[in-house]
């Protein structure tokens, strides 16, 4: 008899399902380890935005991230609140804020990358280094591919 949890063949054999159901344990994996420092994945998107990109106003950082300006703002208040991030007037426009990362904030980025980087060799364990990089690269591509508009080359 067959197991109650087996899934049907014609869904195993679809990639779109199978690469959408690995993304939600990697996803969930990575989530329970940023919740455990009381973020979510914004709060490491907006750190590393700023760690890569320099700083910026709060409202460029909601464009850049696609993130709606007020999930923004509580997003930067959190992280300010840690001292993560420091918030001052544009001194050319006083009515934007600019945003920048602090020394603590970088360091709570690479914790967090630390974390990411745990749960890709949990997740590509039954991979080889050599597989681990011919996936690394072909999902950039299809990454790519699916958000032009990224600037992700």
């Known amino acids: 008899m067959a ?5 049907p063949p014609s869904l195993l054999g679809l990639d779109t399902y199978l690469l959408s159901r690995v993304g939600k344990v990697a996803r969930g994996r990575f989530a329970d380890r940023l919740a455990a420092r009381g973020l979510r994945l914004w709060h490491m998107a907006v750190l590393a935005a700023l760690a890569d990109f320099g700083p910026h106003a709060q409202r460029d950082l909601g464009i850049r991230l696609d993130i709606h300006p007020s999930d923004v703002a509580k997003i930067v208040d959190e992280l300010a609140s840690a ?6 007037r544009d001194p050319v426009d006083r009515r934007r804020m600019s945003v920048r990362i602090t020394r603590t904030g970088r360091a709570a ?3 967090l990358d630390k974390e990411a980087r745990q749960v890709r060799e949990e997740i590509l364990a039954p ?7 011919a996936l690394s690269d072909m999902l950039r591509r299809l990454f790519e591919h699916t958000h032009p508009d990224t600037g992700a080359d």
Do not use: C, F, K, M
């Open 3 to 7: 197991s109650t949890r087996a899934l």
């Open 83 to 88: 001292g993560q991030v420091e918030r001052t």
């Open 109 to 111: 980025l690479r914790a």
């Open 127 to 133: 991979l080889s280094e050599d597989e681990r990089n």
